[in-house]
C-alpha cells in the first residue's frame, strides 16, 4: 500500500507493507536512528515519537494506521535552523543523560508536556514522563532539566 | 521471547469509514481482528498469541469516534474508538464521572492514553481494565452493533454483563462495540477508583470502584466493583447490599466491605497472589467509598 506521511515537516510517499510498524520505517527506511528499540511491547518508551504532536510509541503503531498524519522524531525536535531543542540544551547542562538510550522518548515526550502546558508542576512532569524509563540517571537530572527547559522556553517562546 | 522489533506474521490491512462497510468486512474477512489503537493486539501478534488474517481499523467511523457530555439529562456518550487522552482532557468527565476519569488518568503511560480506546480496553477484557469497574458502577451500557439481514443492528447490554471470562465479552464473531452511554449522575452521588499496582505504569493488581448517593447522612443507592480478583470484573453485591440505605459511619462501611470476600476469587499470577488480593481487596473498597461519599458531600467521621 502506498501511504503519504510528513516527517519533521518533509512528506514522504512510501510503499508499505500491512505488518510494518512505524519504528522500523522510520529507522530502517528513513534513516531516523534516533528513535531506539527498546522493549517492544509498550513498557519502556524509548521508541516514543510524536504524532501531530502528541506522543505515541512507534513500535506498537502499523506505519499503514499514521497515512496522512504528521510525525516528530528527535532529529526534528530543533527545527529547520538547527542547533538544539531547549530541552536538548538543558539535558546537557543538568547531566541528565548517562547512556542515552532512553533520551529521545524522554525528550519527545518532555515536549509535548511543555508545548502544551509551558509551566508544569514536578508532579506534572513525573506523570508526563511516566511511560519512559531510564535505567541509569535515577531521573532526578531529568526532572531539573525539564524544569530548567521550561524555563528557557518561557523567557525565549521560540521553540 | 519473540523478537518483538518486528510482526513477522501477514494480514491485510482494512480502515472502512462507515460502520455498515466495517461490519461487512468482519462477516467476510477470513480470521479478521478489530484493530483500534492497537496498544494491545499488535502485542499479542508480536507473541503469536493472535494469529488474525485481516486487520480492521475502525478508527474512522462517526458512531465509534462520538464524544458527547451533554449538559443536561442526557449523560456521556462515549464512542468505542475514542481515544484515552481526550476522557483525560474533558473536565466535565472529571467532575460528574470521577471514578472513570481517575480511572483513565492512572491507565498504563501517556504514549499508551494517546494510542489506547475505551472500546480496545473494554473488548480486550482483562479481569484488571482499570476503565471497566467504574462504568459498571457509573451504570454505563454498551451498544453493539451486528448485521442481521444486512443491515447495521444495534443491542444494548449493561456493563457488568459485558465481561464472561478472561478476555471474553458478549460480542459475537462480526459484532462491534459501538459506544458507551452513561446516565447523568444525580446531585449528591460521588464516585471514586483506586488501585494498587507495583509501579503507577502497570496494570493493577487489584482494584475498586464506587459509586454512591447520599440523602443527608445514609446512603442511597450504593454501586461498587471490583477489578483483578475474579476472572471477570465483578460487583460486590453483598456489601452493595448492606450499605445501600444505611446510615453513613466509617465504621458500618468496615464491617460491610469484609463481605466482599462473598463475589471474589482472586488467583495466584505475575502480577500478585490471591492471598495479597483476598488482603486487599475490602481495603482498597473500604477507601473508595469513603472517598466517595466525601464527594457525594458527605462528612467521615463517626
Given at each position: ?10 512528506r514522504?510517499?512510501l510503499e508499505?507493507?500491512?505488518?510494518e510498524?512505524?519504528?522500523n520505517?522510520?529507522?530502517?527506511r528513513?534513516?531516523l536512528t534516533g528513535?531506539?528499540?527498546g522493549c517492544g511491547?509498550?513498557e ?7 504524532l501531530?504532536?502528541r ?6 503503531t502499523l506505519?499503514?494506521s499514521v497515512?496522512g498524519?504528521?510525525?516528530t ?5 530543533a ?6 531543542h531547549?530541552l ?11 547512556c542515552?538510550y532512553?533520551?529521545?522518548?524522554m ?5 509535548a508536556?511543555?508545548?502544551r502546558?509551558?509551566?508544569p508542576?514536578?508532579d ?8 519512559n524509563?531510564?535505567?541509569?540517571t535515577g531521573y ?11 524555563r ?6 521560540a521553540? | ?8 506474521a501477514?494480514f491485510t490491512?482494512h ?11 468482519l462477516a467476510?474477512?477470513?480470521a ?7 496498544t494491545?493486539?499488535?502485542i ?9 488474517e ?7 467511523i462517526?458512531?465509534l469516534?462520538?464524544f458527547?457530555?451533554?449538559?443536561g439529562a442526557?449523560g ?7 481515544p ?5 482532557e474533558?473536565k ?5 464521572y470521577?471514578a472513570?476519569?481517575?480511572?483513565v488518568r ?6 499508551i492514553?494517546?494510542?489506547a480506546t475505551?472500546?480496545?480496553?473494554l ?6 481494565a482499570d ?13 453493539i ?20 471470562g478472561?478476555g471474553?465479552t458478549?460480542?459475537q ?8 452511554r452513561?446516565p447523568?449522575?444525580p ?6 477508583f ?7 505504569l502497570d496494570m493493577?493488581?487489584?482494584s475498586a470502584?464506587a459509586y454512591?448517593e ?6 442511597r443507592a ?6 483483578g ?12 447490599k448492606?450499605l ?8 458500618a462501611?468496615q464491617?460491610a466491605?469484609a463481605?466482599?470476600?462473598?463475589s ?5 499470577d ?8 483476598r488482603l486487599?481487596a475490602?481495603v482498597?473498597?473500604?477507601?473508595a ?14
Open positions: 500500500m502506498t501511504i503519504a506521511l510528513t516527517v519533521n515537516g518533509r514522504h510517499e508499505v507493507q500491512p505488518n510498524l512505524l519504528l520505517l522510520l529507522r530502517d528513513l534513516q528513535t531506539k528499540y511491547l509498550g519502556c518508551g524509548a521508541c516514543t515519537v510524536l501531530d504532536g506522543p505515541i510509541l512507534s513500535c506498537q506505519a499503514v497515512a498524519r504528521s510525525i522524531t528527535i532529529e526534528g525536535v527545527g529547520e535552523a538547527g542547533g538544539q531547549p536538548q540544551e538543558a539535558f546537557l547542562e543538568e547531566g541528565a543523560v548517562q542515552g532512553c533520551t529521545p522518548g525528550i519527545l515526550s518532555a515536549k508536556l511543555l508545548d502546558n509551558p509551566d508542576s514536578t506534572d512532569i513525573r506523570h508526563a514522563l511516566r511511560g524509563f531510564c535505567r541509569c532526578v537530572g531529568i526532572l531539573a532539566a525539564v524544569k530548567a527547559a521550561a528557557k522556553m518561557r523567557s525565549a517562546p521553540h | 521471547m519473540p523478537n518483538t522489533r518486528l510482526i513477522p501477514r490491512y480502515r472502512p469509514g462507515r460502520l455498515q462497510e466495517a461490519l461487512e468486512l467476510r474477512l477470513p479478521p481482528r478489530v484493530l483500534a489503537g492497537g494491545d493486539l499488535l499479542q501478534i508480536k507473541t503469536g498469541e493472535c494469529q488474525p485481516a486487520l480492521v481499523q475502525v478508527l474512522d462517526q458512531e469516534a462520538a458527547t457530555v451533554a449538559a442526557a456521556l456518550t462515549v464512542g468505542a474508538a475514542v484515552l487522552y481526550r476522557l483525560e474533558e466535565l468527565l472529571a467532575a460528574r470521577t472513570l476519569h481517575e480511572a492512572a491507565l498504563a503511560s501517556v504514549q492514553r494517546t494510542m475505551l472500546g480496545g480496553n473488548c480486550n477484557a482483562s479481569p484488571s476503565t471497566s469497574g467504574p462504568l459498571i458502577v457509573l451504570g454505563a451500557e454498551a451498544e452493533a451486528g448485521l442481521s439481514g444486512g443491515k447495521v443492528a444495534l443491542r444494548r447490554v449493561g456493563m457488568a454483563k459485558f465481561f464472561t478472561p471474553a458478549v460480542l464473531p462480526g459484532e462491534l462495540l459501538v459506544a458507551l452513561l447523568e449522575p446531585a449528591a452521588s460521588g464516585s471514586a483506586l488501585k494498587l499496582g507495583r509501579v503507577t493493577a493488581k487489584v470502584s454512591l447520599r440523602e443527608g447522612g445514609r446512603l450504593v454501586r461498587l466493583a471490583v477489578g480478583a475474579a476472572p471477570t470484573p465483578v460487583r460486590a453485591l453483598a456489601v452493595e448492606a445501600s440505605g444505611a446510615a453513613f459511619s466509617p465504621s462501611v464491617k466491605v463481605r466482599v470476600q462473598e471474589i476469587s482472586p488467583i495466584d505475575v502480577r500478585s497472589t490471591a492471598e495479597y488480593r486487599m475490602p482498597v473498597l473500604r477507601d467509598i469513603l472517598t466517595a461519599w466525601r464527594r457525594a458531600g458527605g462528612e467521615v467521621k463517626e
